[in-house]
Nanobody
Framework: QVQLVESGGGLVQAGGSLRLSCAAS?????MAWFLQAPGKDRELLAA????????TYADSVKGRFTISRDNSKNTVYLQMNSLKPEDTAVYYC????????????????????WGQGTQVTVSA
């Protein structure tokens, strides 16, 4: 079983930056970041494969957010720049151990392991 521990959330003004971290207790094949805004379903923001480093991004964050990984620490990061009030949400780290070859699943139910969530609030 893999445990995911998130950190890095907080309150920031519009235009500012934050970096989220997600440390995994074991090896996985895919890790991802989801957001869940109030009253909304969880939405895939970014994902990365440990082997090869292939990434994907939601259109809403392309050019602003960057997902990266540190193999030695089993940790993934989400660098968030040019933050907007509409980015306000709880951000969840997710992971799986299955091999997916055709893109990344967008349905959160397809990910096995989840972090506890971290709140990001962007003020106007």
């Amino acid at each position: 079983q893999v445990q995911l521990v998130e950190s890095g959330g907080g309150l920031v003004q519009a235009g500012g930056s934050l970096r989220l971290s997600c440390a995994a207790s074991g090896r996985t094949t895919v890790m991802a970041w989801f957001l869940q805004a109030p009253g909304k379903d969880r939405e895939l923001l970014a994902a990365i494969r440990w082997s090869g480093g292939t990434t994907t991004y939601a259109d809403s964050v392309k050019g602003r957010f960057t997902i990266s990984r540190d193999n030695s620490k089993n940790t993934v990061y989400l660098q968030m720049n040019s933050l907007k009030p509409e980015d306000t949400a709880v951000y969840y780290c997710a992971a799986d151990i299955r091999n997916w070859f055709m893109g990344f699943p967008k349905n959160p139910n397809q990910y096995t392991y989840w972090g506890q969530g971290t709140q990001v609030t962007v003020s106007a």
